[in-house]
């Protein structure tokens, strides 16, 4: 079970992994899983049904779908294009059928690289909501929804809440749907740049890479928000921990461990080298799936 | 006078010239000047004080500052330390005593460089605001301001007008006083990077490299707001224009060059090649200027 | 007749275009003219062919083809892969066959929008010259170039001729062929952003956005340079006098405008508003023909 | 001792601690330490003397100072001055009296946040080369140094080795010195972004944040190579190893623990979420150090 300590993780398939030994049945979480072996894209639906299942996962109800796509850190632009259109299948699914008025929003901060998913995917975005407005819905395609995007900036540059930003852009541009995007901590390295999550839950408290106090939610914005998420880093607590985990055999030595770690690595992230090329391949990846969900 | 042709300055100083030829007083505009010349900088304050003033000026009645200061793209240190003291001394006047909670804004696109005066000034600036929400207002020095900031993007990439997005952070963060940074638009080339106008007008439609259509003011935001801005373009038109009022004699045949110029250039900019550098450190004194006058 | 005043064009065309007037033949030089209407892309190649044409043209003895591809400015992904594809085409031609040794050169400063061409071309671009080295020619596919590249900057920021750059990587690295990507000056603004020119005479003094003063050509480098550049900026004279040109009527005017043009205008040039997003397609687009060509 | 493991330090001082425990003194190793008390900069030098103390310490023969100023990271600019100034000093006295033709090089990935140190530094230098060049020398201060810099990017961005990169400017434009900036990977977290080495070693294989497989020094550049580094990332597998050590008390069971830490970790590594702020600083420092020393 996941402990008090530093052990974080983004990823509902991770919370849910962490009880895998036990094999157990969580009650009020339902697990669906697909594998297309072709494509070479694997699915993972993780359903939270109840609030015991909340609890124990350490998520809220809602729906994650996991995509693992283990090339997507790769140069081969047909399988990219694989998984934008496997994605966007799954963001229509979630949005439901029609056009809609869509606030996209690229969390966290541009100037740190492995935090600048969101930017980077709003800077791929094909923004119509002005086209509409001057030119009328007819200047774009039927079903097309109509897109505004926002990089509101994390709090050492605004000085604000993140949730204070968008909860004002919400309220004056009134849009009927909000999809946060944002770079998420996951446990594994290997999960780092080739997994993309879809939630309906948004986005709350201690996800991200920037840890966001506050929720960005249905509940916090009066609007749904579906939130899509790529592990870029992991906790450097969380990296040491897992390590002596797997090394250190019994209980109470790992408590010991755990009560030495550092607080100071806290405020560290782990993140692999080559982040620069990865993060443009896979950002590109999810701005072409929201291209398609929303054209 | 200003026709309706595009001939276009956001500088009331510039406006106010474009009658200096008939050296007559208009009712309703005051102006002094001042030139210090040990420290070569050359104050202009405009005054427009009548809504008759407002109409001739083409700019809505308040003050303008305008601090001419030749070597300001040059790298000399001790002379930007000049200029963002004056800056800060102007900025203090206008907001009056005592400690705000203001929000500084910066306008323009970042990824054209001219118009990136406001992006980068925000990346120079203490921010403040989320330090004293957390620790409380005795974390910071007794007369500081609480300063937040935003850079809202063009509607290019967000598809909402820049209006929308400030009226609702203004609303959820409420602050006392707006700061708006700009890169505007000249008449003339001299005056590109060497000029700051500072007016407690706020910005009003037309005026921004990109050509703001809403204005961002205290009608339209509710709370005062100043802006500063400095001219890094003159519009292409206008260029041509000018260099042909020159040189053409008779009033009929100005008005045959303005009818043939091509409205092709309306959606053009003029502006010098070394740009990059000289925003450089402009941006940067404007950063100090702020920095000193709310800290 | 190009005069000795400050008009200005990187594109051979657009040289001779100059005389079109006249309808003259100009010996030594040949055109062959293409039109593709259904895929819109319009292909010019002028062939210098002797000395006499190189001294009317004011361009050195080589081919240049000008692919002008009205569509390439939008969001358009079908026709950007057309035009990549036959950009692609005449690489190669000029090139010949076979794999190479190949370094690409991205001139052009970054931090000037308009200027970045070609950082943002080499950005995009296929990268397997280490990997060759690393793990054997096989590791690449049969017929692939080993692609390198660089990007020198410019001289305000480096202090070094971009040419005593590039001949010192040259001499070490032992390319066979030297592509340089820059952006280029035009004439007339309506073709900016969607006009490319490949040449195999490299790019010679006078050319370019910052205008090189050394060319980077067989010459000074020793190996073959082909040069890919796109109109991107306007010079600010070249603007004004144009457009006084289709003005003003005798001979006699022209002349004296053009004396009194300040010499201020030539270090500004004059570019689109919407640069930035014209140019990421752009930019793309060339990219993505280097890529077909070279893998 | 340092393993064969990948426990790694680019930093003197670190490599000389790991002994500390023994209290031994090394010989061909020695060690002067100076605390600056009130201005809260604390200075090291390790003097490696002999290839003994070379082989024992894993880094070659040369002088290695280092500046620790636990401030650097925070806002305080007169701190920053000093630190400057320190710095400075530092470099003048080893590259001796006069004016010099230098190349600084900013080494790293700049699309990496705490690789950018490199490419930082120099786009806030003073380049003054090409002045010289134009102007003639006496357009500079008397004592000044001709300065040109140089970013030349990673191998998967240039397909090529820095060194030869390097080589090749250097041939051909014959510096005197080669000044090389380089973010480096630190044993310990405490250190990261508050401490600057200076070593008249160059930089050698294994060193920097992207691992350099080339040294770039007075052996492979013909020209003396001053190193200026300040380490902003951990590895991650060093930070796995040094947190387990301090918690595993038999020489036995480390044996097995590091051959249990995945090789994956050597492609990761641990940095601070703030690095983006501090760096913005640091680099800054370093920038007018550099300016103060060469001007």
């Known amino acids: 079970m996941l402990g008090d300590f530093n052990v974080r993780t983004d990823l509902a398939l991770e919370a849910k992994e962490s009880f895998a030994e036990d094999d157990v049945e969580i009650r009020g979480v339902r697990i669906e899983e697909a594998a297309d072996e072709e494509r070479e894209i694997y699915t ?18 809602g729906t994650y779908i996991t995509l693992e796509a283990p090339n997507m850190s790769s140069e081969d ?15 229509r699914a979630l949005t439901g059928a029609g056009e809609k ?14 935090d600048a998913l969101g930017p980077d995917v709003i800077s791929n975005l094909h923004i119509t909501r002005h086209i509409a407005k001057e030119y009328g819905k007819a200047s774009l395609d039927e079903k097309a929804s109509l897109v505004s ?3 509101p900036g994390v709090m050492a540059q605004t000085g604000m809440e993140t949730l204070e930003i968008l909860r004002g852009i919400v309220r004056e541009t009134a849009p009927q749907l ?49 939130a899509i998420g790529v592990p870029t880093v992991v906790d450097a607590a969380t990296i040491v921990n897992d390590t002596m985990e797997q090394l250190v055999d019994t209980k109470e030595k790992r408590q010991t461990i ?38």
């Open 178 to 226: 909000v999809i946060a995007i944002d770079a998420l901590a996951a446990r594994s390295t290997r999960r780092l740049n080739r997994t993309i999550q879809i939630t309906d839950t948004g986005i709350n408290p201690g996800s991200g890479v920037g840890n966001h106090r506050d929720g960005i939610n249905a509940d916090t914005l009066g609007v749904p928000v579906i």
């Open 101 to 114: 008025n869509v606030l996209v929003v690229g969390l966290g901060n541009r100037e740190v690289t492995p």
């Open 149 to 151: 995007a926002v990089v």
């Open 44 to 61: 993972t639906i993780v359903r939270i049904e109840t609030e015991n299942g909340a609890r124990i996962m350490g998520k809220p109800v």
């Open 77 to 91: 632009e047909d399988y990219h294009r694989e998984v934008s259109e496997e994605l966007a299948k799954h963001i």
């Open 258 to 295: 755990r009560e030495k770690i550092s607080p100071h690595l806290n405020t560290m992230f782990v993140t692999p080298k080559d982040i620069d090329e990865t993060l443009k391949r896979v950002s590109y990846t999810i701005s072409e799936g929201l291209n398609l969900a929303l054209s």
